[in-house]
């Protein structure tokens, strides 16, 4: 498994699969959703307000590409409210993410799920965090 890291808006890099955190709260999603979203004329409001997906932890929804992004399709991991995910949740939604992602035999994702860490949490540890999950189960 290769695993790079880079610092770039979500959606901006060509990509099998855009993940995404987002929050149950109606105010903002997140601080990469929200800029996700105004940067694509609303296209999560528009799927959220579907009410195909709420944000609760753990839940997720793929969405194919219409032809609008730069990438083939989005995953949306549901982090709960704002500021009440914890540790092991975040976790735990790090193992799905990948679950989902080898269901769908996604060569390439943008992940951007660190700005849904838990405020106790060091983004360092987070990338590995991530890192170790998504290998143990692509492995």
Same mark, same amino acid.
């Given at each position: ?5 880079? +610092?770039? %808006?979500?959606?901006? +890099? #060509? ?5 995404? !955190?987002?929050? #149950?709260?109606? %105010? ?13 004329? !609303? ?12 944000? @609760? ?8 590409? +219409? !032809?609008?992004?730069?990438? %083939? ?6 982090? !709960? ?33 660190? @700005? ?10 987070? #990338? +590995? ?6 290998? @143990?189960?692509?492995?």
């Amino acid at each position: 498994m290769q695993v790079s890291v880079s +610092q770039a %808006k979500p959606g901006t +890099q #060509s990509t099998d699969c855009l993940v995404l !955190g987002v929050h #149950s709260s109606k %105010k903002s999603m997140g601080s990469l959703a929200d800029a996700f979203d105004a940067e694509n004329s !609303g296209y999560l409001r528009k799927l959220l307000k579907q009410n195909w997906f709420k944000g @609760d932890i753990g839940e997720t929804l793929w969405v194919p590409d +219409q !032809g609008k992004l730069r990438c %083939k399709s989005v995953l949306l991991v549901g982090c !709960g409210r704002v500021n009440r995910l914890s540790s092991s949740a975040w976790r735990k939604n790090i193992r799905t993410m990948a679950e989902v992602l080898r269901k769908h035999k996604c060569q390439s994702a943008s992940v951007a799920l660190l @700005d849904t860490l838990p405020a106790d949490i060091h983004p360092e540890l987070g #990338s +590995q965090w991530m890192t170790e999950l998504v290998g @143990d189960v692509m492995y």
